[in-house]
């Protein structure tokens, strides 16, 4: 056999299992060692709860990319500020929930993690500077110390001031974990150690929007200048230190995660001539995972005004001016005990997996301290067949006993490659049982009407679909929503429940047209509409659209992406939000209504590792009636509204050290 032959056999065979902790010994790239003096790198990294790899996102044609916020979510004005999607998403997990998940997209979160594996020590550095102070810093390091063990860190900052009163924002993330794996690749090990700091402003919205942001006085332009319902007067100050947050939520959160995995397998190798490389096939894996949480949530406003509490919240201050305080801690431990069997041990994605899970929870209100624990039992069935053209996956949760009792979760997902020209579909369904989130449980301190109320469990379930045409850049997606007993916020802190079912129906079009030889317009569209009586609103239509020029104009190592960008909601009844309970809440009186589209214009380029971003945000808002002004703000909650013009400059820089 020729050595050109014997070689690519060799990596075929290799390839098959590259990636899943089954290769021993320096066969892999990934693993055999370098020279340290090389310009190249093999980087990629996984999830997880993922075994595939997925490398570096080198793209620059979606800013969005790099922001904190997605494309499809609204917030209250400054970055930082609590977000809440635009599409209908109700959480589908069983289980303890404390409730808050208002600052979500600000937070790190275990199942986003991404462990690296590199041939050499690689960083990289975001920062990206907007108007009114606003300041992101995103860094990271990875190395592997070991060609079998990596670690990696990763520290971020976002500070903004805000456009308004009392919405300044301070969030810190910090991060490190670390992947290790035996030699003989029996043996691995997760670690993950994280922080968040979540501090975000609250003024309770604009005391009047149409008077102030309609009002003859130029003073009014900047938007600072115009009143609002809590905050006091604090003046505004761009001070990159202060972290001095008066009225609003602030969030702690830190987590300890580990992870061990054992395999027992056989042995294998290639021999080629002189060349020998090992190899395992695992057949049965004992996992065992351990995870400390301890979350503090608090709102804290030091300037209270007794009349704006009283009116709003049904909550009487000692003074006129007082400090309202709330706060709740949480500490969970779970131990998770769980075994694998692997119907073909050349394929590490297809798998059967049961386990065990059990929580203790202690919880701290102000009304004292209360214990809680949880025994749960899962199952996962995984196959992505070696041909890929089947990819299955199947996942049930049952809580036996303890705070989450007779909670549980079952989905289903089949995806199939028709063909590289047809595209592939995928089919799902999903199942949800769960208890109401900690904040309907009258023990809550976060639980501030006068009586309790016994809330039943929700009963969720979603069918999903949707069609893949990569060679067409489409993707057609549908989802259908049966809620039964849904839980919801009415006039700042009224808990409720639903008692009638009732439908959601969202149907997604992503496509890219191609508009000339460099020109393309990516188009999102979504539909919604809500089927029944139900204490439910969301826009009908959300539409994302970017026409750009994407190419290199001549230059050989330059990759540009400029254009515009444009976003519209259909007017509806937007939700409003409450500061004190840090939760967007259910009203039915005021339709919000666009102005005009979202409008930003953009130019985002590469040069080699250095990628840069300048984008001008909200240049809808340009209004020339009383001299020239970014003064038509869109409103996207009663008493908030969208700054006027943005701009943002972002640089982002990848090291091979």
Known sequence: MKAQEILKNIGNKVNRVRGTGSVIGQGSDSLRHRNKFEDSITIYYSYLNRTNRQLLDSTIDDFVKRYPIPATFIYLGNTGNATKSLLFSP???????????????????????????TTRPYSEINYQLASRAEQIIDLVHT????????????????????????QKTNHNNYLFNSLFASHNRRYKNYFI???????????G????????????????????????????????????FSTKIPTGNKYSLFAVYLRQQYDLGKKDSIVSDSTIIPLFYPRIRFEHSFSYNRNQFVFEDNRADSVYYKTYYDTTLAQKTDTFHLQEKWKILTNDFSIYQFPDSKNIEQYIKLGITIQNLVGEFSGGKNNFYNLSGHATYRNKTKNQLWDIEADGRLYFTGMNAGDYQASISLQRLLSNKIGSLQLGFENT?????????????????KTPTDFKKENNTHLFASYILPSFRLKLSGHYYLMNNYTYITNYFELNQESTLFNVLQIALQKTFKIGKHWNWHADVYFQQVVGNAPVHIPAIFTRHRIAYEGNLGFKNLHIAMGAELKYRSNYKADNYSPVLGQYFYQDSLVIKNRLPDIAAYINFRIRPFKAFIRAENLNTARFAKGFAFTGNNLIAPGYALPGLVIRVGVYWSFVN
Do not use: C
């Open 91 to 117: 959480k589908m997990q069983a289980g303890f929930d404390a409730g808050f998940h208002a600052f979500d997209n600000y937070i790190l979160q275990a199942d986003s993690v991404k462990f690296y594996n």
């Open 143 to 166: 190395q592997n110390i070991k060609p079998d063990w990596n670690v990696a860190v990763r520290y971020r900052l976002i500070n903004a001031p805000g456009f308004f009163k009392s």
């Open 193 to 203: 150690i994280m922080g968040n700091s979540i501090q975000s402003g609250e003024n």
């Open 205 to 240: 919205g604009m005391i009047d929007t149409i008077n102030y942001l309609n009002h003859p006085n130029k003073a009014y332009n900047d938007r600072f200048n115009i009143p609002t319902k809590i905050g006091g007067d604090a003046d505004f100050s761009t001070n990159f």
């Open 433 to 449: 049982s769960r208890t109401p989130s900690t904040i309907y449980d009258s023990r809550s301190s976060f639980y501030l009407m």
